[in-house]
C-alpha cells in the first residue's frame, strides 16, 4: 500500500506540521507543491511535527504537473468541500495502488484550473453548512485512514494499545 498526501501551495505551518505526523505514524508520503507559504525552518511547522520529522517521506515539487510526471502510477484524487462524490463512496482496498490525496491551500482550495486541467475524481467529506470546510489536516488523516482501514492497515506494524 502506499497513501499520499498532497498539498499544493500549503500555507499553514501548523497544518502542514500536523500531516506531516500523522504520515510518520502511517509511513505515508508527504509532498508539497511550491511555492509554500511558509519556511520549512518555521517554528510553528516543526512544533506541530514533533521530532517526527526524520520519519516522514517528504518530497518537494515545483508544481502539480512535475508531480503527475514523478509518479505516473499513481491514482489522484483531488479533495474539495465541493467535490462530485463522498470519499466514502470510493475503494481504496488494493495494497498494490498508489492513493494520492490532493489538497489545496486553506483559504482558496485547489486552483480552478487545475481542476479543469486533469481529468481526476473530485471527492469531499460531509460536513453541515456551519462551517466553510473542515480543517485541512483533520481532512487528511480522516482520507489516510479510512485508505487504510480498507486495507486492513496493511502493511503497518502496529503496536499495542498502552493500558492507562
Given at each position: 500500500?502506499?497513501?499520499?498526501?498532497?498539498?499544493?501551495?500549503?500555507?499553514?505551518p501548523a497544518n502542514t506540521g500536523n500531516i506531516?505526523?500523522?504520515?510518520?505514524?502511517?509511513?505515508?508520503?508527504?509532498?508539497?507543491?511550491?511555492?509554500?507559504?511558509?519556511?520549512?525552518?518555521?517554528?510553528?511547522?516543526?512544533?506541530?511535527?514533533?521530532?517526527?520529522?526524520?520519519?516522514?517521506?517528504?518530497?518537494?515539487?515545483?508544481?502539480?504537473?512535475?508531480?503527475?510526471?514523478?509518479?505516473?502510477?499513481?491514482?489522484?484524487?483531488?479533495?474539495?468541500?465541493?467535490?462530485?462524490?463522498?470519499?466514502?463512496?470510493?475503494?481504496?482496498?488494493?495494497?498494490?495502488?498508489?492513493?494520492?490525496?490532493?489538497?489545496?491551500?486553506?483559504?482558496?482550495?485547489?486552483?480552478?484550473?487545475?481542476?479543469?486541467?486533469?481529468?481526476?475524481?473530485?471527492?469531499?467529506?460531509?460536513?453541515?453548512?456551519?462551517?466553510?470546510?473542515?480543517?485541512?489536516?483533520?481532512?487528511?488523516?480522516?482520507?489516510?485512514?479510512?485508505?487504510?482501514?480498507?486495507?486492513?492497515?496493511?502493511?503497518?506494524?502496529?503496536?499495542?494499545?498502552?493500558?492507562?
Open positions: 500500500m502506499s497513501v499520499h498526501i498532497v498539498l499544493h501551495e500549503p500555507e499553514i506531516a505526523r500523522t504520515c510518520a505514524g502511517t509511513n505515508s508520503h508527504l509532498h508539497l507543491i511550491h511555492p509554500l507559504g511558509f519556511s520549512t525552518e518555521d517554528r510553528m511547522l516543526k512544533r506541530a511535527g514533533c521530532d517526527y520529522w526524520p520519519k516522514v517521506n517528504v518530497h518537494y515539487h515545483d508544481n502539480f504537473a512535475s508531480l503527475a510526471a514523478a509518479w505516473p502510477e499513481a491514482r489522484f484524487y483531488f479533495v474539495e468541500t465541493t467535490g462530485g462524490s463522498s470519499y466514502t463512496e470510493w475503494d481504496f482496498s488494493d495494497t498494490e495502488e498508489a492513493y494520492f490525496f490532493v489538497f489545496g491551500k486553506e483559504t482558496t482550495g485547489l486552483p480552478e484550473e487545475l481542476l479543469q486541467a486533469y481529468s481526476y475524481p473530485c471527492l469531499y467529506l460531509p460536513q453541515t453548512s456551519h462551517v466553510r470546510s473542515l480543517n485541512l489536516s483533520n481532512a487528511a488523516a480522516v482520507l489516510v485512514y479510512e485508505a487504510m482501514r480498507q486495507q486492513h492497515f496493511h502493511p503497518l506494524d502496529l503496536k499495542e494499545p498502552q493500558q492507562p
